[in-house]
């Protein structure tokens, strides 16, 4: 019987698609049938006009012994005061057959046969740019509501005396029975996911937009508040990014906002009640919850995928894991991504569920990710042409992959509001997620099905439509709140249908040139690190964490111009850091000698040590040559080294040479560069050749001094034996 229905619904669908139009019943004038605001859809507001808006049903979902009371205002821009105004409900005891059919009335568009139902109701006196409010309500079993699905609500407005009419529209589905439907297997995918803060500089956040963010009326206080009061009931899982922990973690002490590349001049801001607050509310729900890790600062797997950087990737998935373990309790719920606490499968979520066949195998190689949650528009459901989040899919190496499709028709529902929406909308996006997860039961009440939520990434709804989605998806006999864990288990139940695109480039996602600019940094990242001494494990996962969060997909926003910033601010900070590691010594020194020790000094202006080899090149068939010598250098913070070069040369001449800094791996520091001429004179042994020849002479004229004088104090004095003798 049931197959049967469902045949007799889809030729009834086509009937009305063609027919409708040109039916519509006459108690509504065609006019009155163009709906002037969108989204359950209410009338927009044009000159002269009256505007009726739906801002309420209650209860949401009928059951045969309700009476359901539809509730909203309407606004006189007539340009005059109107006397009063009849309002009228209308509806059609048929359910709708699919889900674009629902859409297209609720937006307005065609027309059914529409009936009075209820008592209408009157307002009073409506001033010219007044708004008053109304109510009218209904039996839906009195109305002809008969089997499970969604069902047609119009409200039209009439003002007295004139020609002036408005319309508003709205989807209400009936639950008839206990087992009307087999229920879907929801699951929800629950966002705490913000713009990445930090870049290279200790205890800094680039904004401190997250002050306002993490407070209670704030979007993220918003989300932790409304997911910790159903998580347990709806089975949330948790999806956050690492690199928000951080941030909020920072700011649990005095930190500091804004500044320079160099990390100067920034605004010192005392802790944060929030952030404390807030990180303390989530460490304590996720303890035995589901959570869901993206990459680090939500890093674009996609375009780092096309781009090549997987080891970007690699780097963003290790921080995940590194950052989350050290600021949520260990083990934080039942981790799906990486190696995954608990044993679940590890579960990515590509920004706007996009995903081609070489980003599965990157997820599968870089992230160890089993399962893919992707938008349902990537792939036709399994049940085709019904609904279902279930299905498999191959990698572009042929191994298999679960998918999750989350459901898109209530991911733009979910997308189109904001906090700052006006009451009519909000209630528009809450009343439409039960009329499309109704629909999704009722195309195929038989089928055991499963539905996946997922709102945006960074979503922002107010405290009262978080709350009201969540407690439908409790109360909603047609849905069964699961985890997502389960549903990822049950993937590997599904078929492999078909192999995702092999290689599609969105255009929302980081463009090529952007990551050959991230690429860059990349690299001299990579080289300070190599530069400095035994850096610390915190210092060299800070600078990755740096480059990570240029690679974030909150910069894929169009005019967003943070992932520039970020990056322009991480390249200046470090050609600034490695600049301060110099050479010091003269241009031009002189060889008296055919060989000579030449001194060469190092500079360390960091306040880290750092390791480096000095390395001399001369030109080619040079007569001057550089002997060994040990050219490691460790130099202190803060202070000058000094090694000593052996230089020897073979001829007299002036030689040019290259002085250069090398990393201890040998890297070259090409900033530390230098020219450096070296004269050699031989002056030095022709001088020594002359102070040996001067040391001779003088020592052979001292001997003939010495030998004349003895000949003349040795020798008889004739005069003095002569006068001797005769005296005697």
């Known amino acids: 019987m049931r197959s049967v229905r469902t045949v007799v619904r889809t030729l009834i669908a086509g009937f009305l698609a063609l027919a409708g139009p040109a039916l519509a019943a006459p108690a509504v004038p065609a006019h009155a049938q163009e709906v002037q605001q969108q989204s359950f859809r209410t009338d ?17 979902f009928a059951i045969p012994s309700s009476t359901v009371r539809v509730s909203g205002t309407l606004t006189n821009h007539t340009g005059s005061a109107i006397t009063s105004a009849a309002i009228q409900l209308l509806t059609y005891p048929q359910v709708f057959f699919t889900r ?8 307005g568009h065609g027309a059914l046969f529409l009936q009075q139902a209820g008592t209408p109701g009157v307002t009073g006196r409506v001033a010219n740019g ?69 870049g290279p500089c200790s205890q800094t956040l680039a904004t401190n937009s997250l002050a306002a963010s993490l407070g209670a ?31 909020a973690n920072v700011m649990t002490h005095r930190y500091k906002v804004g500044g320079s590349s160099e990390c100067t001049g920034a605004k010192h801001m005392p802790a944060s009640a929030a952030a404390i607050g807030w990180l303390s509310t989530l460490r304590d729900e996720t303890t035995g919850q589901s959570v869901l890790l993206t990459p680090y600062a939500d890093a674009d797997v996609s375009a780092l995928t096309h781009a090549g950087m997987d080891q970007n990737l690699r780097t963003a998935y290790r921080l995940s894991e ?55 528009r990537e792939l036709p459901p399994v049940d085709a042409p019904f609904d279902n989040a279930l299905d498999a899919t191959t990698t572009g190496s042929g191994t298999r992959m679960g998918v999750l499709l989350a459901d898109s028709g209530i991911a733009g529902v979910l997308a189109a509001r904001s906090a700052g929406s006006p009451a009519g909308s909000r209630f528009a996006a809450e009343q439409n997620f039960l009329a499309e997860t109704a629909m999704i039961a009722a195309e195929a009440p038989y089928l055991k099905r499963a539905l996946v939520v997922a709102p945006p990434r960074r979503w922002n709804p107010s405290a009262a439509e978080a709350n009201a989605l969540l407690s ?12 997502l864990s389960s549903l990822a288990a049950a993937t590997s139940r599904v078929p492999t249908r078909q192999a995702l695109p092999g290689s599609r480039v969105s255009r929302a996602e980081l463009s090529a040139g952007f990551l050959s600019q991230v690429s860059a940094v990349d690299l001299s990242a990579a080289l300070y690190k190599d530069l400095l001494y035994q850096p610390s494990a915190s210092l060299l996962d800070s600078l990755d964490a740096a480059v990570t969060a240029t690679t974030s997909t909150a910069w894929r926003v169009p005019g967003t111009a943070g992932g520039a910033l970020a990056l322009g601010t991480l390249a200046n900070y470090l050609s600034d850091a490695e600049e301060k590691v110099q050479i010091i010594t003269g241009r031009k020194i002189l060889l008296a000698g055919a060989s000579g020790d030449t001194p060469v000094s190092v500079q360390n202006l960091l306040p880290l040590p750092v390791q480096v080899k000095v390395v001399a090149t001369v030109p080619p068939d040079s007569h001057l040559s550089v002997g060994k010598f040990d050219n490691l250098l460790l130099v202190p913070p803060m202070k000058t080294g000094t090694v000593r070069m052996p230089v020897h040369s073979t001829a007299i001449g002036t030689t040019t040479m290259q002085l ?35 040391l001779g002479v003088l020592v052979l004229t001292s001997a003939a001094r010495w030998v004349r004088r003895w000949l003349r104090d040795g020798k008889p004095d004739d005069r003095t034996e002569g006068r001797s003798g005769g005296a005697g």
């Open 322 to 376: 590194s950052v989350a373990g050290k600021i949520l309790p260990p083990p934080f719920g039942i981790t799906e991504t990486g190696t995954g606490n608990g044993g679940s499968a590890a579960i990515a979520w590509p920004a706007g569920g996009v995903a081609d066949a070489s980003v599965a195998t990157s997820l599968a190689s870089n992230g160890r990710i089993r399962t893919l949650v992707l938008s349902s």
């Open 130 to 198: 007044a708004t008053v409010r109304w109510t009218v309500s209904f039996r839906p079993a009195l109305a002809g509501y008969g089997g499970f699905g969604v069902y047609p609500v119009e409200v039209a407005a009439s003002a007295a005396g004139s020609g002036y009419q408005a319309t508003g529209r709205t989807l209400l589905p009936f639950w008839p029975e206990k087992d009307a439907a087999k229920p879907l297997d929801t699951a929800w995918i629950w966002p705490l996911i913000d713009r990445p803060q930090q």
């Open 100 to 107: 674009s059919d629902m859409d297209n009335f609720a937006r």
């Open 660 to 694: 250069q800094l090398v990393t201890k791996n040998g890297s070259p520091l090409t900033w530390t560069t230098q020219s450096l001429s070296v004269q050699a004179t031989r002056y030095g042994r022709a001088l020594l050749v002359l102070i040996a020849a001067a």
């Open 44 to 60: 927009s507001t044009a000159s002269r006009q009256l505007t009726l808006s739906i801002d309420g049903v209650s209860p949401n």
């Open 472 to 483: 439908l998806t409790s109360a909603a006999p047609w849905l069964r709140p699961v985890g």
């Open 217 to 247: 009326a704030g979007r993220l206080g918003t989300l932790l508040a409304a997911g910790q009061r159903w998580a347990e009931r709806d089975h949330l899982t948790w999806a956050i990014d690492p690199a928000l922990l951080s941030d």
